[in-house]
């Protein structure tokens, strides 16, 4: 599975953006789909993660009920829908693939996107 993360930029606190992370291959309705964000100086942290059928989701609890996530298999990518942006939430953002079931432990993802950085100004 190679990955490709986008949607990235600059936004004003309480602001929102839509992160991508586009899939390749055929086996894309397989996999757990995870976000996981590192900020300078900090270690990468877990922010959400879909099961393969999308019926399952977890979320750090730093960005509960602000954050969304989301997968489209006709389109085979997922989404982070971050509303309510803070700037603690400044961070290089990335996408990570693994089976069979959902987890915030990064070391347990086999496939990663190549980050997207979010900058939220204050």
Known sequence: VQLQASGGGLVQAGGSLRLSC???????????????????????????????????THYADSVKGRFTISRDGAKNTVYLQMNSLKP?????YYCAAKRPLTSSRGYEYDYWGQGTQVTVSS
Not at 28 to 56: C, D, H, L, N, Y
Not at 88 to 92: F, G, L, P, R, S
């Open 22 to 56: 586009a899939a390749s291959g055929h086996t894309f309705s397989t996999v757990v789909m995870g976000w996981f964000r590192q900020a300078p100086g900090k270690e990468r942290e877990f922010v959400a993660t879909i099961s393969w059928s999308g019926g399952t």
């Open 88 to 92: 603690e939430d400044t961070a290089v």
